[in-house]
């Protein structure tokens, strides 16, 4: 909107053209989400807190029952307002891969609300069901895919096939070609990321920051593969028009920090689902779009090292009625071990910004 309307002017006034960087407008939609998840956080918190907070689940580490219990949830909420507000004002609006991502995000993100709010006026730790929640998620994903599949389909100088095979890290010119495949592969690894980071929202900071580094990481490679310049030097897959979501991915990094604020250990609010699921889900429309799907695997590692966790877990206690953790995500088999909660937030945070650097030294190493 603000883009729109400064670019009006900018050929009349000087100072104006600034919005015509897309580095700029990254930047500025990463200080307004931030501004206003900072601005709107307190009064929902105090909203949220006079319908309720969500039950901890009884098989839960005992700490929580007693640290946590009474902690008001869905804050994703201000995370997805403050992604909403930096991405409207400051993105270009003409470009479809904004509408898709936001497709995603504020889609995922409702049906997260709708979990959300059955669990805290039901008083249950249970919300929808997981079957009805996977559904309503595979559905936004596979709209997603075939529209971001439509788009580089359509764009020029891009080969044939591309839009539908998978680029793999580390070389120049390999791709896997997937044909129809690509629809349920783009859709895995949609729904996929959007729970996984699910399953890591269990202890105050440990979803978020590593959300914010890997939005900082897909930021970069987001500005790199949409530039014929950059992609070219860089020997990457040129991929018209995605450079624009370095916005979306700047007011994620904005909204998360001030989300973060609210969510520091003790924290005030929990993201819940409404974040987790939006979040994640914006994340895998990403790499989708920038073709970069596996990189997100490397980059988002702690978030597939808890989705392991748990499919491990579960696999091993139906297979032969033993557990190979204390406790299932892997963050409370380490609460379990008697490791203290900052601890555990500080070290996964590290582990992610390795994760993310390993990630991006994709982009040079071929």
């Known amino acids: 909107m603000l883009y729109f309307l400064f670019s009006q002017f900018a050929s009349e006034i000087a100072l104006l053209n600034v919005v015509n960087y ?28 006079t319908k309720g907070s969500q039950p901890i689940r009884d098989d839960g580490p005992e700490t929580h029952v007693l640290t ?21 004002l400051w993105a270009d609006l003409s470009n479809p891969y904004i509408w898709v991502v936001l497709l995603v995000t504020a889609g995922f993100g409702g049906i997260g609300f709708l979990d959300d709010w059955r669990k805290v006026t039901k008083r249950s730790s249970a919300g929808i069901s997981g079957k009805m929640k996977l559904a309503l998620q595979s559905v936004v994903a596979l709209i997603a895919v075939f529209w971001m599949t439509e788009l580089l389909s359509s764009a020029p100088n891009v080969p044939e096939g591309f839009a539908t095979s998978i680029a793999v890290p580390f070389f120049k010119e ?18 996929g990321a959007s729970n996984a980071v699910n399953i890591t929202d269990g202890l105050d900071g440990l979803a978020i ?17 949409g530039s014929a310049v950059y992609s070219n030097y860089l020997f990457l897959n040129f991929t018209p028009g995605t450079g624009e979501l370095a916005v979306i991915c700047g007011t994620i990094l904005g909204a998360g920090l001030g989300f973060l604020w609210y969510n520091a250990p003790p924290a005030m609010v929990f993201m819940g689902d409404t974040g987790s ?90």
């Open 277 to 366: 699921l939006s979040l994640g889900g914006a994340l895998g429309t990403i790499a989708v779009a920038v073709k970069h799907e596996i990189v997100l695997a490397i980059i988002g590692g702690l978030f597939v090292l808890e989705a392991l966790s748990v499919m491990i877990q579960v696999a091993s206690f139906k297979l032969t009625g033993k557990r190979v953790f204390r406790m299932a995500p892997i963050h409370h088999h380490f609460e379990k071990m008697g490791w203290a909660e900052p601890t555990i937030v500080i070290r996964f945070w590290i582990i992610a910004v390795v994760l993310a650097l390993i990630g991006l030294s994709t982009l040079k190493l071929r």
């Open 209 to 225: 920051v590593p959300v914010m580094i890997a939005a900082a990481s897909f930021g970069f490679i987001a500005y790199f593969v």
């Open 22 to 49: 897309l580095t700029f407008r990254t930047g500025a939609g990463l200080i307004t989400a931030f501004i206003v998840a900072i601005i709107i956080g307190k009064p929902f918190i105090g909203w949220l807190k």
């Open 68 to 88: 946590k219990a009474g902690t008001p949830t869905m804050g994703g909420f201000i995370i997805l307002i403050g992604i909403l507000a930096g991405t409207l």
């Open 174 to 191: 390999v791709l896997i070609p997937l044909s129809y495949g690509f629809f349920l592969f783009g859709l895995i690894v949609i729904v």
